[in-house]
């Protein structure tokens, strides 16, 4: 089990004090309700959640979610899962921004940050970075070819097992 990793939700990082870590949680939230626009970086589950949990701390700023596919929550299947997520982020104000990745740093504080197809720059007060990134690299390199280069992913039939490597599985 390799699991994920977001960059801006998952613990401290080897070198960061408790202190440190434990400052930046607490000031999240002032933060959050000081800022007037807000940028997150995803399309999933997590990114959705923390942007509905962002309107619920702060009702007046502009918050757009950029997704590098069509709509949030790609994956999903079915027009009444797309129509939900929609109208719900629609009835929360958040602004969806399609077939785009972002590129930015992670930031409580006012920065840039590049839309890498559209060229622009979006100026917030706030960047929040909630795509994963899958801890496949090691699998990669010791079975080449069996992950997908754009996302990291393992690549796997229709029963979650490796097109690759018979008797590995990704769930």
Not at 9 to 25: H, M
Not at 129 to 136: D, G, I, R, V
Request: proline content about 6%; hydrophobic content about 40%; charged content about 20%.
């Amino acid at each position: 089990c390799t699991g994920c990793y977001y960059p801006f939700l998952s613990p401290a990082r080897t070198g960061e004090s408790l202190e440190a870590r434990t400052a930046f949680v607490r000031s999240f939230g002032p933060k959050v309700g000081a800022a007037n626009s807000i940028v997150i970086g995803g399309g999933g589950p997590v990114a959705c959640e923390m942007a509905a949990v962002v309107r619920e701390l702060n009702s007046v700023a502009q918050i757009k979610l950029v997704c590098r596919g069509p709509k949030p929550m790609d994956d999903w299947s079915g027009r009444s899962s797309t129509l939900a997520v929609r109208s719900r982020l629609k009835a929360l104000r958040i602004d969806v921004v399609s077939n785009e990745t972002v590129h930015g740093e992670a930031s409580l504080e006012p920065t840039t940050v590049k839309l890498a197809n559209a060229g622009a720059s979006l100026e917030t007060d706030m960047y929040l970075p909630l795509f994963a990134e899958y801890n496949t690299a090691f699998v990669a390199q010791s079975i080449p070819g069996s992950t997908n280069p754009a996302t990291g992913r393992i690549k796997v039939n229709g029963y979650c097992r490796s097109t690759v490597r018979s008797n590995l599985w990704a769930v």
